[in-house]
């Protein structure tokens, strides 16, 4: 038989036919229907390829998983949907103000009851030592004091708790002095 | 005769495709039926893992179920499912390299144990099979990123040459010129055809 073009076809030609026979040029594809030789290497190509395919899909391990689908939705959980996150955004949204408001609150400069009784205390206090300090810049003569009777509405064990006299106070003085010489 | 019955399957694919997509459970359910297999084969063909391969099914179905909707044409039904397991693949893959690098074990260890668990009881088999896919893996790491897919979806998943571009989104000739340069490879490592015909045999 006399071949339409005599030479074989090469590797590539060989790929390109295995591939797609149209990708041949038009004397190659001739020659492809017309030479038994070439015909069998592209036949072989193509059957080790097919039994390449076909070794490897007896060769995956048997699919033991069930495939499932997700459970069907519901169209009431579609609508509830539709509502939850502008309902969520909305608590958010009043959470975050009442924290909001609440901090504000906390940094204003309102007394507590405690702050408020310690401060009439002071106020007390400093009234206390106004009227002693006057006491001791202008204190009465002892003949005055006598015509008077008035003790300056304090009595003596106040005075002696706010006014120590020294005796008394030597031991602490005598404990300072310890303390220091310890030191 | 083939063509005439794969028309047939197309239409009967396209039909439950339609239903599906207009809400019909059970219409899906078949076509996972029809597919569930082919999907996982695919997807083993690229983790080499059958509890992956398996999961990484379920999670294609899942997609596809959810994002029916989408899809506009449903004679493509099938080339839109091969997409969406390419991607989840190469989704996988990705995160299993990334997190290769922070194990302390190494990835072929790894999968070598999982490997251990899906060989079955026939030992003999096993040690076949195995042998089967290390050359498998062998040949295909000769192979760009490009050229393993489209070699893998043309010899081992049966798709023809338009599906293959539709599935990657890329033209037919683009598709050819990587098969080209494939086989160009795989034809050099002939003795990879001897081997594993000897093995099967």
Redesign the interface.
Known sequence: MKLHNQAHLN??QI??A???EK?LAGADRQHLLECQLCNKKVAW?KD??????K???????P???N????R?ERTPVSHKSSWLPSFGVAAMAGLVLFFYFLGMESMSPRLTPFQSSSSEALVEDEYLMEKIFQMVENPLSDELYEITGDNGGFDEEFLQFVVPDIQEDFQSENFIQGGINQC | MATEKNKNMSLEIAALADSARDGNRWSFQELMSMFQEDIYRLVYYRTFSQMDAEDITQEVFVQAYRKLKSLNDTQKFRAWLYTIAVNRCNDFLRKKKYLSLLRMRSVQEQEFMEEGKGMGNNYNDSIVKKRFWEQVRSLLDKLSVMEREVFTLRFMDHRNINEIAVILDKSESTVKTHLYRALNKVRKDAVFFQEFRESMS
């Open positions: 590797g590539e790929i390109r295995v591939i797609d990708e190509f080790e390829l097919q039994e390449l395919g070794n490897a899909g007896l060769s995956v391990p699919l033991t998983k495939i499932t689908l997700p069907e």
